[in-house]
């Protein structure tokens, strides 16, 4: 994924621009998350961590987990304003950092479960489209110019001690 990812502040409020939208989930082209999807929980995760470089790392994730039943039919997706009532009685309990990086967690019997990233998130008609994408690796140490499970290589210096005067003067040299 090449853009920056999107944070909790700008996910509720693109919700709370939309709330007579329809929300739908694409976990891939042209598959989407059940209409009878069901938002069962949100998830605030605190992360801190210690990359190879030896740099250590936090940064806060919100994981919105949809759930998809079985045997169960539906012809349109929760509306906007619905998934907004889940987010006031979690904020309620639970407030949510709104730097934290949006992830939405889901599985189906086709697709293993796993958490994604926004994409994007678009309107198509009376949709409010949230295509989601997985989240890749990365390694920060290689990202910041260092080297991965190698402390930086370091520069030798001379140290010369300057209080002690050179002199031009020693015994038998003639200058004094």
Request: glycine letters at 6%.
């Amino acid at each position: 994924m090449n853009q920056e990812p999107i944070n909790w502040q700008a996910f509720k409020q693109m919700l709370s621009n939309n709330p007579d939208l329809h929300l739908q989930f694409q976990y891939a082209d042209n598959q989407w998350v059940n209409a009878a999807y069901h938002i069962t929980e949100i998830k605030q995760a605190p992360i801190t961590s210690v990359d190879c470089g030896g740099v250590m790392n936090a940064w806060t994730e919100i994981i919105v987990q949809l759930y998809e039943p079985q045997n169960q039919q539906q012809l349109r997706a929760m509306q906007v304003n619905k998934a907004l009532k889940i987010v006031d009685v979690v904020e309620k309990a639970l407030p949510l950092n709104p730097n934290g990086i949006v992830k939405i967690e889901f599985g189906n019997a086709q697709f293993d479960t796993r958490q994604m990233l926004p994409n994007g998130i678009e309107i198509d008609g009376d949709n409010l489209v949230v295509d989601l994408r997985p989240d890749t690796v990365q390694c920060k140490a290689i990202d910041r110019g260092g080297n991965c499970g190698e402390p930086a290589q370091k520069t030798k210096v001379e140290l010369k001690n300057l209080a002690v005067a050179e002199s031009c003067c020693t015994p038998g040299g003639g200058c004094c």
